[in-house]
């Protein structure tokens, strides 16, 4: 089973709807994040969280809000999609590695949305 | 602002050429630089992490060096199934945010 896993995988929704991605990890990380691809653009970081209490805005959190039910789960919601949130959205987690270097993040399969 | 650029954006190899990746980086003080692959359609996959000037890290056929300017990511007898997006990110000393590169396309030919 995969350590990271995001549902939906594809989801096609129209502007205005509420659309909510799903995030489920089995790695035992206290780290979770969530990003966008767009083409040209690479991944940009929209929320990231250290733990169940600690929610922080990345660099294009507007349109965007997240939930952290659980240390496995974390949660991105769309609260009224437009067009150009249309991407590929990434889950990603990490684990604080001792020493204080860079923690490595391992990314989920991806949602494809497209808001039409 | 920390900024991160690979090149070329595509390579074409034939299976056997070597080549090698670029990626230039600007950041307020590296903690860690971070190579990925990722396949068309899934998530990135980690390949390594450097940390300072002179570090070296190889799989397989893959290997990382890192500058302290620029990383190179070295694909040495590439095989068709190496043919994928590779992508480079840096993590500044303060802060907890991976910036990423628009990474660079190859596609190995049989």
């Known amino acids: 089973d995969a350590d990271v896993t995001q549902t939906p995988r594809n989801r096609i929704t129209k502007t205005g709807k509420r659309i909510m991605l799903e995030c489920s990890q089995t790695k035992g990380h206290d780290r979770m994040y969530w990003y966008r691809q767009d083409p040209g653009l690479g991944l940009r970081l929209i929320y990231y969280s250290f733990d169940v209490k600690d929610i922080n805005k990345g660099e294009i959190s507007d349109g965007y809000s997240v939930s952290r039910q659980a240390q496995a789960k974390f949660s991105l919601s769309l609260e009224s999609a437009i067009p150009n949130q249309t991407a590929l959205y990434f889950c990603a987690t990490s684990d604080w590695t001792s020493g204080g270097m860079g923690d490595t993040q391992y990314f989920g399969p991806g949602t494809r949305l497209t808001v039409l | 602002e920390d900024q991160v650029t690979q090149s070329p954006e595509a390579l074409r190899l034939q299976e056997g050429e070597s080549s090698s990746l670029n990626c230039s980086y600007t950041?307020?003080?590296?903690?860690?630089l971070f190579w990925y692959r990722q396949d068309p359609g899934k998530g990135p996959e980690f390949l390594f992490t450097?940390?300072?000037a002179g570090e070296e890290k190889e799989k397989e056929r893959l290997k990382a060096t890192l500058t302290k300017k620029e990383s190179f990511l070295h694909i040495t007898a590439p095989k068709p199934e190496d043919s994928a997006t590779y992508l480079c990110a840096v993590r500044p000393a303060a802060g907890n945010k991976l910036t990423f590169g628009g990474g660079t396309r190859v596609l190995v030919k049989p």
């Open positions: 450097l940390y300072s």
């Open positions: 950041v307020s003080g590296l903690r860690g």
